[in-house]
């Protein structure tokens, strides 16, 4: 784990090498070789969403995943029976709670961890027990950051989707606004004793205002690596979003 205010780590998010794959049919790109790459270019994690819907990854992605990544997996998973039987059997490194909608492209707001504190207290008690670290994927909100310190999450993931669309839209002043928020949530959500993850819609553009928040400890970055990959490769997509977060960190390039 990484020291307080130090490097970041980066987790690398492969599911779209998955829909790339599932858009075919065909047995490639395989988003185990993507892994291991991303392991070569200097990732610290690698993430993966095993859907309800399994649009992307699927069983058999997880299975090869356990089997031979040598990196921590940070498993992202909707909070039902099914996916707790499955990471209980797997006992991935970290477990992140997402919410999940079936008519949704993405994961496109945070769960609401306030209004369903009971129930996700004892869902993910058995992962915590199993050794799991768990992380509830939050908007920059105070009373979601309050309610995951409370049921014992040791992780919540601030989502950035909403920053990055303001952003993209030009709508700076708006951007500014969230970025603010999400400055506030993790300094908040760090006083809670809570470690602090950060991630969605993440770009080269995005990621330094981010990344330079000292609480902050890891960032989960897919889509837009996996898509600047078709034009640079993966390898160099991630040494240069690598060279962003450590430069927005203020530590010398490696
Ligand atoms: N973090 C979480 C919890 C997510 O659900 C996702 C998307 O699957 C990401 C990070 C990565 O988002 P993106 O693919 O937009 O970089």
């Known amino acids: ?17 998955a829909t790339v794959r599932n858009a075919r049919g065909s047995a490639y ?30 069983d058999a992605d997880i299975d090869g995943l356990m089997e031979t990544l ?27 709670i997402v919410p999940e909608k079936r008519e949704e492209r993405t994961t496109e707001g945070g769960l609401d961890v306030a209004r369903d504190d009971n129930r996700l207290a004892a869902f993910i008690a058995p992962l915590r027990e199993a050794g799991c670290r768990v992380s509830m994927f939050i908007g920059a909100d105070e009373a979601q950051v309050t309610a995951s310190a409370r ?36 300094a908040y959500a760090h006083s809670l004793g809570l470690e602090v993850h950060a991630g969605h819609g993440l770009t080269y553009e995005t990621v330094q205002p981010i990344a330079a928040f ?4 890891e960032l989960n970055i897919g889509h837009f690596l996996i898509a600047e990959a ?23 390039a490696q």
């Open 1 to 17: 784990m990484t020291d307080f205010a130090g490097r970041l780590r980066l987790g690398v998010n492969i599911d779209h090498v």
């Open 151 to 186: 049921i014992g999450a040791q992780v919540v993931e601030l989502h950035t989707g909403h920053y990055c669309d303001l952003h993209a839209e030009g709508r700076l002043a708006e951007r500014d606004e969230e970025l603010a928020r999400l400055r506030e949530m993790t």
């Open 214 to 217: 000292p609480e902050v400890m």
């Open 29 to 58: 790109p395989c988003p185990l070789r993507a892994a291991k790459l991303a392991q070569e270019a200097g990732a610290d994690g690698i993430t993966a969403h095993l859907r309800e819907d399994r649009r992307h990854i699927s």
């Open 70 to 96: 040598t990196l921590p997996l940070n498993f992202e998973m909707a909070a039902t029976g099914e996916m707790q039987a499955i990471a209980l059997r797997h006992k991935p490194h970290a477990v992140c």
């Open 230 to 252: 078709l034009f640079k490769g993966l390898a160099p997509a991630i040494t240069e979003m690598r060279r962003l977060m450590d430069e927005a960190r203020g530590l010398p």
